[in-house]
């Protein structure tokens, strides 16, 4: 569950941050703290995760492998709105048609795999289900996102603007 919110925070938080292009801007900064929070949480889920998985039996593995991919189809149905629309009165399959070819919608689930996969992988979840899981919604190919590299941008991102920050007018 951590490294699922964190990784849903990111893409959130990512998403904002990256929508807010003038980096003197107050929001920018805010979310780009956030963001450099968030990826520090990443990182210690991922140590502690992968310290304390390897541990388990395959039972307990399979039963964390299983929350994982209901967390998972969870996060990638539930962005389509699909009840809001049917309470709405609306036709089901065309609005789900518009969310899956929004590009901000493909933009938020790159953003927020790309970080889950490859750390689910990282921490030993890596089961054949939570596989058959991510190639039924499509993010499989995210397996191989630098999440290391991603990381590092978040904190490089926040680092430049606290440096930015520092500087006192002359």
Known sequence: M?????????????????????SSRLTHQILAYVMQDEARHVAFGRLVLKDYYSQ?????????????VEACHLMHERFRAQLVWEELGFDTADCRAAVDASPAMGLFRKLLFS??????RDIGLW??????????????????????????????????LLGANARVPG
């Open 56 to 68: 388990l039996t395959s039972k307990e593995l399979d039963d964390r492998a299983d929350f994982v």
């Open 2 to 22: 951590q490294v699922l919110i964190e990784g849903l925070g990111l893409a959130a938080f990512g998403m904002m941050r990256d929508a807010t292009r003038d």
């Open 115 to 120: 970080r889950v996969v490859p750390c689910i």
């Open 127 to 160: 089961t054949p289900k939570v596989q058959r899981c991510y190639q039924q919604i499509g993010v499989l190919d995210l397996l191989d996102a630098y999440l290391d590299e991603l990381m590092r941008h978040d904190e490089a991102v926040a680092t430049r």
